[in-house]
């Protein structure tokens, strides 16, 4: 079985700056994998290349076996147009740390908007399954309210509820509970978990190291754009082998 | 602090159970604003004295005069030419815009031309240009599709619509650009990776949060339609200045028309800055947990915390 995500010697520059130097990894179906590591180090830019928000510069990236954002022929590679690009992207969920819902919409009306817009989705059939969705990441009262009007907490499960509403079979997510307050991030966690539980793929870049421990199948450390050290994530958080790991998780545990 | 509240005995009652007396103080009093309502009061007095006894004027002829049917036709022409050219100007200043933002090289360059030559040029002199074209251009020849002489196709009003619309455009296209890039590219970024085209992503999710940044300065670009919209005079079509100003110099009351003229044009554009209040209360919507209250619902309001206070 092919792996969800893999990523072969993947390098991103931004102008002459290069943040991500090659990075090896695999991410198995149905896992958890965390991505740690200092601020910087280029753990969101290779989270936004998997959906390919940052084109890659070198290096190969698949996600279940398909080349992300270009097309091979050969020994040639041809972009991909913006309409397959967004096919692609249909079939990977993205979880931000600032939310980014739509403000000028309910939280329904989010959770609706892509199975009726890029699916094609019935409205009846899609405002039912967003029902369905918001009540399981425990909002169902909250269906009319547009963002404005929820917490932070709240409006981070209505755009993990947005996300899942395509059915997608990777799930990223990126610091999602690095912008709320700390009596908020247990109710996210706890949908990430029953997520998780589901056998959905995910990818979570995170700062929290109980839920990585507790939940994460495996885990990576990157720091400078490369990957440090990698493993399960009980073996590597308590006990590093690299020094750099050691020395960044003495500061934040 | 705190081992003194311990210190204090268990059974005293808290303070706040007591609900505090309401303040009944006398008010600071503004005699600033006493004088100042004098003397504005009294200028005004002699101002309304002045051109009520100014004896060349006659008022009757205000009078007669705001309700002919000219004068309605020219309203409603000045109206229409107004709303037509505002649709011209913001249909093609949306498309002049995200023309300039794309990331095509040629299309962006195109609109900046556009926007550079017709907010370079006087409205005015633009006007003049679309009513002389025949001087250049005696025929209009669009290949098969259409041919005809240059005078019958720029009448007056396609001279007036060609030349405020156009201009307009520019200055739309200005404004909605800013609406454009004043949205979070967060947004952009969500609805890509929900799947959503570039097209779809502006047309859903962009566009519609831009509205609250382009519908007030729009609602002044049509107040100021309404107003620049006299300067087809130029090219004869005959709207509100043109039809008072016709009867004014016949019948030798041509400041009574201007007052006529002015107060359809202070009706017109009062009208519409009520219609723009609802219309940015609309597409703010969304953007802060509660909508101001309308002038109707604080009026509303104020009457009843009034006749609570007064015990009805
Ligand atoms: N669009 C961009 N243009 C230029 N530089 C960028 C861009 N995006 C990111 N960078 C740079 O790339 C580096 C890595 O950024 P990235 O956001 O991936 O870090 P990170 O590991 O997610 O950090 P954090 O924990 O603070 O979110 C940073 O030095 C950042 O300044
Ligand atoms: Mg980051």
């Not at chain 1, 020994?75 to 939310?99: H, N, P, T, W």
């Not at chain 2, 002489?149 to 404004?175: K, Q, R, S």
């Not at chain 2, 209250?293 to 006749?307: C, D, E, G, H, Y």
Request: charged share 20%; glycine share 8%.
């Amino acid at each position: 079985m092919t792996a969800m995500v893999r990523a072969e010697s993947v390098h991103k520059s931004f102008g002459l700056v290069e943040v991500l130097k090659g990075i090896d990894l695999e991410v198995k179906r149905g896992e958890v994998f965390c991505l740690i590591g200092p601020s910087g180090s280029g753990k969101s830019t290779f989270l936004r290349c998997i959906n390919h928000l940052e084109k890659v510069n070198a290096g190969r990236l698949y996600v279940d076996g398909e080349l992300v954002g270009y097309r091979q022929k050969g020994d040639k590679l041809y972009e991909l147009k913006d309409s397959e690009v967004a096919l692609q992207r249909r079939d990977i969920g993205m979880v931000f740390q600032r939310f980014n819902l739509f403000p000028h919409m309910t939280a329904l009306d989010n959770v609706m908007e892509a199975p009726v817009q890029v699916k094609g989705m019935g409205r009846s059939q899609a405002r039912e399954r967003a029902r369905e969705l918001l009540e399981k990441v425990g909002l169902a009262d909250k269906a009319d309210s547009y963002p404005a009007q929820l917490s932070g907490g709240q409006q981070q499960r209505v755009a993990i509820a947005r996300a899942l509403a395509m059915d997608p079979k990777l799930m990223l997510f990126d610091e999602p509970t690095s912008a709320l307050d700390p009596e908020l991030v247990g109710d996210v966690l706890d949908v990430m978990r029953d997520l998780a539980e589901s056998g959905m793929t995910m990818v979570v870049v995170t700062h929290e190291m109980g839920f990585a421990r507790e939940v994460g199948d495996s885990l990576v450390f990157m720091d400078g754009g490369v990957v440090v050290e990698s493993g399960d994530p009980r073996e590597v958080l308590t006990n590093p082998q690299h020094e750099r790991t050691q020395a960044f998780l003495s500061k934040v545990l | 602090m705190t081992d003194k509240i311990d210190k204090e005995p268990a059974d005293t009652p808290p303070r706040a159970s007591l609900a505090p007396e309401t303040i009944k103080a006398i008010p600071v009093r503004h005699y600033g604003r006493y004088v100042s309502a004098v003397i504005v009061l009294a200028l005004v007095a002699l101002l309304v004295n002045a051109f009520a006894t100014a004896e060349k004027i006659q008022w009757s002829a205000v009078g007669d005069k705001l309700f002919d049917s000219t004068v309605l036709a020219g309203a409603g022409r000045t109206l229409l030419i107004s709303v037509l050219a505002m649709i011209v100007g913001v249909v093609l200043g949306v498309v002049l815009a995200v023309m300039r933002l794309s990331k095509n090289p040629v299309t962006s360059w195109v609109a900046w031309f556009y926007i550079w030559f017709f907010r370079g040029t006087p409205v005015y002199v633009q006007l003049l240009l679309w009513f002389n074209l025949a001087l250049i251009f005696p025929m209009l020849n669009l290949g098969p599709i259409y041919k005809d002489e240059m005078t019958d196709v720029m009448t007056p009003f396609m001279c007036a619509l060609l030349g405020l619309g156009l201009n307009e455009a520019a200055y739309m296209a200005e404004i909605c650009r800013a609406g454009l890039l004043a949205v979070d590219e967060g947004q952009t970024e969500a609805a890509h990776a929900l799947g959503m085209s570039h097209g779809r992503t502006l047309r859903r999710i962009v566009i519609p949060q831009a509205m609250r940044v382009i519908v007030p300065p729009t609602g002044n670009e049509f107040i100021n339609m309404l107003k620049t919209s006299s300067l087809v005079y130029a090219v004869t079509y005959n709207e509100l200045l043109r039809a008072t100003s016709t009867i004014g110099s016949t019948s030798y009351a041509v400041m009574e028309m201007l007052f006529v003229a002015s107060i359809w044009y202070l009706v017109m554009t009062s009208v519409f800055s009520v219609f723009q209040y609802y219309l940015e209360r609309r597409f703010a919507r969304g953007s802060s947990r509660s909508l101001p209250p309308t002038p109707w619902q604080k009026i509303r309001v104020n009457l009843m915390a009034f006749s609570r206070e007064r015990g009805v």
